[in-house]
């Protein structure tokens, strides 16, 4: 398997929502990943963990909270959200010592917050 | 900082030509990677090509091709015999060595393949 399923493909939430993005990979890769993408622009990354525990947070508000249940799973928990937080998530994954063998990416989940 | 440069917001090629997309880099570290991801409108980001900056031979994929000029701080991606498949927008990345997980993206350039 040598993919990163994120789930849902699409999410539209009310700004009083709470929800949760998921990412999920079966590759044995201990470095995880979100990214926030606006159109047209390069992914920002927002927060990695590396062997399920918070190694970066890129001063991303409080209204986004990252959570890693295991070393497959990372998940992405919303409340309170803005409009301009309307976004493409990405998430990834990577061996922790990098290398030259770059990210693997899921294929993102749209955001419209309303 | 490091910072990437894509100097080309957009570029258009015909069908079986070839195109080459430009990228320059900013560092002061001589551990680092490079690499190559390209986009399509499914939303997914792909590794093409990817470079380490001790190696001076140029990294090369099937039709995908670098021209690594290190003291340029240069990392140009070369597209041989254009598939209509290959239009989507292609980011240039960097990544210093270590367990430094940070990838630093350039801007992107967007491709068009006409048929």
């Known amino acids: 398997d040598t993919e990163v399923t994120q789930t849902p493909k699409h999410l539209v939430m009310g700004m009083t929502n709470k929800k949760s993005l998921k990412c999920e990979q079966h590759?044995?890769?201990?470095?995880m990943y979100w990214y926030k993408q606006k159109a047209k622009k390069p992914p920002e990354l927002m927060f990695v963990?590396?062997?399920?525990?918070?190694?970066i947070n890129e001063s991303v508000p409080s209204r986004f909270s990252p959570e890693c249940p295991n070393s497959s799973l990372l998940n992405l928990h919303l409340h309170a959200l803005q409009p301009e937080d309307s976004a493409l998530y990405l998430c990834?994954?990577?061996?922790?010592?990098?290398?030259?063998?770059?990210?693997?990416f899921g294929s993102g989940t749209r955001l419209t917050v309303v | 900082a490091q910072t990437v440069t894509q100097s080309q917001p957009e570029m258009s090629v015909q069908e079986a030509e070839t195109v080459t997309l430009s990228c320059t880099y900013d560092?002061?570290?001589?551990?680092?990677?490079l690499f190559w991801y390209k986009q399509p409108p499914s939303r997914q980001m792909i590794l093409v090509i990817r470079?380490?900056?001790?190696?001076?031979q140029n990294a090369t994929e099937n039709r995908f091709s670098v021209n690594f000029q290190k003291a340029a701080k240069s990392f140009s991606l070369k597209i041989s015999d254009s598939q209509l498949g290959d239009a989507a927008m292609y980011f240039c990345?960097?990544?210093?060595?270590?367990?430094?997980?940070?990838?630093?993206f350039g801007k992107g350039t967007l491709l068009t393949v006409n048929p």
């Open positions: 990345a960097y990544k210093r060595g270590g367990s430094n997980y940070k990838l630093t």
């Open positions: 470079q380490e900056a001790y190696k001076q």
């Open positions: 560092t002061s570290e001589s551990d680092y990677y």
């Open positions: 590759m044995g890769h201990r470095a």
């Open positions: 990834a994954s990577s061996q922790v010592y990098l290398g030259t063998y770059g990210y693997t």
């Open positions: 963990y590396s062997y399920e525990k918070l190694s």
